[in-house]
């Protein structure tokens, strides 16, 4: 995807050492000014917004100055792990937003979903639905994806086209119908 671009683009160079060093505030704003700046065509304004601090805020916690050099390495297996680090660490846990917004995006643009009732009442609460199961299940579901396929480049569409996604996706959708 392209924000995992763009945090490498934004944290080129970093002095690489033998310990566990934080990613520190400093980085973690720079990263988030960095992301709003670069928006996301999928996302709103909004979206982006609280995708980028939500990422932003993980960074602290979840990932390193070391991580990031690895990520710099070209031709370093150790690069690949690092970005799919990332990915877990930093992009799961904030997924829910963006998310939530493209699948109601997308639910209430598919003619189907016209057929079934009123769009905006039924996506939005399958919407709701997925932002939940992403909330709670990202870091499992993006794990068992990257088990499957370690190379992914966007792990959003990834996600989505996950069979095991789609079938909760689909599902809840049906739940939305009926209320």
Known sequence: MKYILLLLMALVAFPVSAHATPIDRETANAYFLNCKANPDPRFSEEAQAQFCGCTASQMLTGFTVEDMNKINTPND?????????LMINIYAPCIQ??????HYQ???????TKILGNPERICACAADQVAGYLQSNSKNLLRNILRRDPNIVDPMQAIYNDAEFQKFAQSRL???ITR
């Open 174 to 176: 049906a739940g939305c």
């Open 97 to 102: 937003f963006p998310a939530k917004e493209y």
């Open 77 to 85: 297996p150790a690069a690949r792990q690092a970005v799919n680090k």
């Open 106 to 112: 997308t639910c209430v643009k598919e003619p189907k």
